[in-house]
T-cell receptor, first 111, second 111 residues
Framework: EAGVVQSPRYKIIEKKQPVAFWCNPI?????LYWYLQNLGQGPELLIR????????DSQLPKDRFSAERLKGVDSTLKIQPAELGDSAVYLC?????????FGEGSRLTVL | GDSVTQMEGPVTLSEEAFLTINCTYT??????LFWYVQYPGEGLQLLLK?????DKGSNKGFEATYRKETTSFHLEKGSVQVSDSAVYFC??????????FGAGTILRVKS
């Protein structure tokens, strides 16, 4: 069974540029999460989806961040414009029975 | 809100030494508790979990016991190996909705 797939693994951009991350969860998992992991810290939830619906996006900075999960499967997280402080790893996870499964993450560097 | 506090690292041990990584939590209600591990270059993986007080989670020689009276979930292993070198995250979840993580503890095992 394939795991959670994220792309790109690495992205380097200049500040004020846009960037997008893509996530394909494990087949059949209805719940999808985006987490932010800053260096030396634990992951923090940005947004949680139940199928197509964003049910917890209280931690998503909506002035520059947006996310979508149009058909309840794949999801995209976008940042526009990126700031230096957005440099971090963006993790996607999907929920199975009693457990979250994480992708390898997308590491963003903003110069 | 809910929070998790882990002992700071890095923790450096010789092979076959005993490992303890302390974890305490603050939560309303009765959360489920988890340890996740992140090996170099890989995504977060569930190591073990406990869903109620006095439960013991175990996997790959690691153990942790859910102690409600001390709000703790310390990770232990009797004899560590070089291959255990990784970052370990303690986390809690209420109602299975989202994970709240600690900051992570780096473990380095020397041969």
């Amino acid at each position: 069974e394939a795991g959670v797939v994220q792309s790109p693994r690495y992205k380097i951009i200049e500040k004020k540029q846009p960037v997008a991350f893509w996530c394909n969860p494990i087949s059949g998992h209805n719940t999808l999460y985006w987490y932010l992991q800053n260096l030396g810290q634990g992951p923090e939830l940005l947004i949680r989806y139940e199928n197509e619906e964003a049910v917890d996006d209280s931690q998503l900075p909506k002035d520059r961040f947006s996310a979508e999960r149009l058909k309840g499967v794949d999801s995209t997280l976008k940042i526009q414009p990126a700031e230096l402080g957005d440099s971090a790893v963006y993790l996607c996870a999907s929920r199975g029975v009693g457990e979250l499964f994480f992708g390898e993450g997308s590491r963003l560097t903003v110069l | 809100g809910d929070s998790v506090t882990q002992m700071e690292g890095p923790v450096t041990l010789s092979e076959e030494a005993f490992l303890t990584i302390n974890c305490t939590y603050t939560a309303t209600g009765y959360p489920s508790l988890f340890w996740y591990v992140q090996y170099p270059g890989e995504g977060l993986q569930l190591l073990l979990k406990a869903t109620k007080a006095d439960d013991k989670g175990s996997n790959k020689g690691f153990e942790a016991t859910y102690r409600k009276e001390t709000t703790s979930f310390h990770l232990e292993k009797g004899s560590v190996q070089v291959s255990d070198s990784a970052v370990y995250f303690c986390a809690l979840s209420q109602y299975g909705n989202k994970l709240v993580f600690g900051a992570g503890t780096i473990l380095r095992v020397k041969s």
